[in-house]
């Protein structure tokens, strides 16, 4: 199950399935959307752009890493790129396993992971009619938030959390 | 005078007479190279729009034909004159003026020049490695200038030298102390050709650079094929920054070689395909 990039909506229902697994006794899934503000300010729509040559590779690499790390039976990630409005799905992260503790341990192990590693980037337009690369320029123009590179968009804020062995 | 700060556009000195040398400058062979294509390649490296200053009777001779051009438009003898017509033709426009008999000026000459330019002043230059006087004719000459040359040459003033000592302008000292050199007499000539065939870095070779997200709109293009002598992607990025000004400092980036990452010290090799990677952003 490899890593992948997708131009429309994301299949959930189809991705699901390529999950399927007669020893698996849950699924988990995280679905990032498309939210209507960030750092104070309105956002009306998302572009995605990706290396993708590198990304799928790194993408590959982090599921890889998931199934070694937790003992899940299958695990996929799909990552939208193009212009993207407002409550559209950004990315969509399933894994299945036999129990339920290591689906949801590995489901936000994938998320964390391909939001700090994978060569994906992410214009936001404003209600203001600005736009800016996140990550990339808002540090510098609003020293309010500089408080790193590190900040989220789409979701919750998440700590990068402690992996498990 | 506008207090916006003028843009900059390259002029390459290709009119002189050459009469010390008996052969034209501009045509001289360095490395494979004329000096004029060195000259013009270097520049452009820095600043989007480059010129070649020509004289009436030099806009067929082949070298400099295939260039944009700015013939001397201007009445009288000497470098001023192109300076003053490169003015005249852009009023808006400030120059970087580099004569074509300068076959050790460097990227971080220029880029020194650059960084350091004072817009307020009529003239960002150099001082000279060996006298101490302004060197002319590796400078940043502002729109200002141009009435204040008109007058001094209009006074029967030939040397822009002497202008630049007498102007009120900004003189640097140059970090690299031979950037400067010109040749003018055959000997100089063998010399300077001897000297860069020995301290050349391996030859230059061509990688292919794209570009994303930030990057890509920073540097107008999401790729290119460059011909260069950085050895490493960290030299490469400080040649490409130099031209693009990318408002991400290369600690912020991570780089790949061939669609993987690498280190910033990794040995580039013809043909390597790089690529920098600002902060990502995904989910």
């Known amino acids: 199950m490899r890593f992948r990039f997708t131009d429309a909506a994301i299949d959930t229902e189809a991705a699901r399935r390529e ?43 982090i599921l890889a890493e998931a199934l070694q790390r937790f003992p ?17 799905m950004a990315v ?9 503790g290591e689906a949801f341990d590995a489901c936000r192990f994938i998320i964390d992971e391909v939001k700090h590693r994978v060569p994906i980037w992410k214009k936001e337009h404003y209600r203001s009619g600005d736009s800016g690369w996140v990550n990339c320029e808002r540090c510098a123009a609003a020293p309010r938030h500089a408080q790193g590179a590190d900040h989220d968009h789409a979701h919750e804020p998440l700590e990068h959390s402690v992996l498990p062995e | 005078m506008s207090s916006r700060t003028a843009p900059i556009y390259g002029l390459i000195l290709a009119g002189g007479a050459s009469s010390r ?67 005249a033709a852009y009023p808006d426009v400030a120059w970087l003026v580099v004569a074509c008999d300068l076959p050790f000026l460097s990227d971080a000459a220029l880029e020194q020049l650059l960084g350091e330019r004072d817009p307020r002043v009529l003239a960002t230059a150099y001082t000279s490695a060996h006298d101490g006087l302004p060197e002319p004719l590796c400078a940043i000459w502002e729109p200002a200038a141009a009435a204040a040359l008109a007058a001094y040459q209009s006074n029967g003033g030939q040397c822009p030298r002497k202008f630049l000592s007498a102007h009120s302008v900004l003189l640097l000292e140059p970090r690299d102390r031979h950037a400067l050199d010109n040749i003018n007499t055959p000997e100089e000539y063998q010399q300077a050709m001897d000297a860069l065939d020995s301290n050349a870095p391996a030859n230059s070779m ?78």
Not at chain 1, 33 to 59: C, S
Not at chain 1, 92 to 100: E, F, M, T
Not at chain 2, 26 to 35: F, I
């Open chain 1, 19 to 61: 999950l399927l697994d007669r020893g698996a006794g849950g699924y988990v899934s995280f679905e990032g959307w498309v939210r209507d503000h960030n750092e104070g300010l309105e956002v009306t729509r998302l572009e995605y752009e990706a290396f993708q040559v590198l990304a799928l590779k790194e993408g590959d690499r």
């Open chain 1, 72 to 88: 899940i039976k299958h695990a996929l990630c799909i990552h939208r790129v193009g212009s993207l409005d407002l409550t559209d």
């Open chain 1, 92 to 100: 969509w992260v399933g894994v299945s396993a036999a129990h339920r």
């Open chain 2, 21 to 87: 040398m008996r052969r034209d400058k501009a045509v001289l062979v360095y490395q494979g190279r004329t000096q004029l294509d060195r000259a013009f390649e270097l520049v452009k490296r820095h600043v989007a729009d480059v010129f070649i200053s020509v004289r009436g009777g030099q806009i067929t001779e082949p070298t400099r034909a295939q260039k944009p051009l700015i013939v001397d438009s201007v009445e009288g003898a000497g470098p001023i004159v192109g300076i003053r017509s490169a003015l």
């Open chain 2, 206 to 283: 061509q990688l292919k650079i794209q570009y994303f997200a930030l990057m890509r709109e920073q540097a107008g293009r999401s790729e290119e094929t460059l011909e260069t002598s950085a050895a490493t992607p960290a030299e490469l990025f400080s040649e490409l920054n130099a031209r693009y000004r990318f408002t991400l400092p290369r600690e912020q980036l991570k780089v790949a070689v061939n669609s993987e990452f690498a280190d910033w010290s990794r040995r580039l090799s013809a043909g390597d395909a790089v690529v920098f990677i600002p902060p990502v952003a995904g989910g």
